[in-house]
């Protein structure tokens, strides 16, 4: 038979101590032990040997009927929206993870690839040149394609003020070369923004890899050198 009982306070040490009977005690080993459910309901701490459907999302103890020895807690079902956020940031916190351990696998095969400080700088710098070089082409382009443009616009405006139309093949080339500048001036800021993080890139790679060539308990090269 199910029973559940409204309890305020102290009653439930009392309700967990009168589920411990003799036959309980006596069958102690025989069958698993019987538990005794407590839960807030409307702001009432119920308790009962059987837990409701109802009640299952809820929070909830569980005392052992036998021994009145709490067994366990268990939270509160989550919401929809808590489980969508939980699972959030769950997948943050694994990208986080991945993209530490991506940063140690690469400071590892920096250390490796480079015996002495000199040949990591002179990677570097290889690097930068070739982003330099990317540059001055990138600007040529986009200078040609500024003056292209410029001379298409010319013949349509010549056109219109000689009152005749500007022809569709005109037109199309016009757009095509705007759009052409246009990506053009993209690839132009990508890889002049890429140039002014290379600095920073090597100075941090400079460090990583000091901090990391660098006996546990020496001070790095840089810290040396300021004492």
């Given at each position: 038979m199910?029973?559940?009982?409204?309890l305020?306070g102290a009653?439930?040490?009392?309700?967990?101590?009168?589920?411990a009977?003799?036959?309980?005690?006596?069958?102690?080993?025989a069958?698993?032990?019987k538990?005794?459910?407590?839960?807030?309901?409307?702001?009432?701490?119920?308790?009962?040997?059987?837990?409701p459907?109802?009640?299952?999302?809820?929070?909830?103890?569980?005392?052992?009927?036998?021994?009145?020895?709490?067994l366990?807690?268990?939270?509160?079902?989550l919401?929809?929206?808590?489980?969508?956020?939980?699972?959030?940031?769950?997948?943050?916190?694994q990208l986080?993870?991945?993209a530490?351990?991506?940063?140690?696998?690469?400071?590892?095969?920096?250390?490796?690839?480079?015996?002495?400080?000199?040949?990591l700088?002179r990677?570097?710098?290889?690097?930068i040149?070739?982003?330099?070089e990317?540059?001055?082409?990138?600007?040529?382009?986009?200078?040609?394609?500024?003056?292209?443009?410029?001379t298409?616009l010319?013949?349509?405006?010549?056109?219109?003020?000689?009152?005749?139309?500007v022809p569709k093949?005109?037109?199309?080339?016009?757009?095509k070369?705007?759009?052409?500048?246009n990506?053009q001036?993209?690839?132009?800021?990508?890889?002049?923004?890429?140039?002014a993080?290379?600095?920073g890139?090597?100075?941090?790679?400079?460090?990583?890899?000091?901090?990391?060539?660098?006996?546990?308990g020496?001070?790095?090269?840089?810290?040396?050198?300021?004492?």
């Amino acid at each position: 038979m199910k029973t559940q009982l409204t309890l305020g306070g102290a009653a439930l040490s009392l309700a967990i101590m009168l589920a411990a009977t003799p036959q309980a005690l006596a069958q102690k080993g025989a069958t698993p032990q019987k538990k005794l459910y407590c839960w807030t309901d409307n702001g009432k701490k119920v308790c009962g040997d059987a837990l409701p459907p109802e009640q299952a999302a809820r929070a909830r103890k569980e005392f052992s009927a036998r021994s009145g020895r709490t067994l366990n807690e268990v939270d509160r079902a989550l919401t929809a929206e808590e489980r969508a956020a939980a699972a959030a940031a769950a997948s943050q916190a694994q990208l986080a993870a991945d993209a530490q351990a991506a940063r140690v696998r690469r400071d590892l095969a920096m250390v490796e690839s480079y015996a002495t400080e000199a040949d990591l700088q002179r990677a570097f710098n290889e690097r930068i040149v070739l982003v330099e070089e990317s540059i001055k082409t990138s600007t040529l382009g986009q200078a040609n394609l500024r003056h292209g443009l410029v001379t298409l616009l010319g013949q349509a405006a010549n056109l219109e003020l000689g009152g005749k139309p500007v022809p569709k093949p005109l037109h199309d080339n016009i757009l095509k070369q705007h759009a052409d500048l246009n990506r053009q001036s993209q690839v132009l800021r990508d890889q002049r923004a890429d140039r002014a993080m290379l600095d920073g890139d090597l100075a941090s790679a400079l460090q990583r890899y000091r901090d990391l060539k660098t006996p546990p308990g020496e001070a790095t090269p840089d810290a040396a050198s300021s004492d």
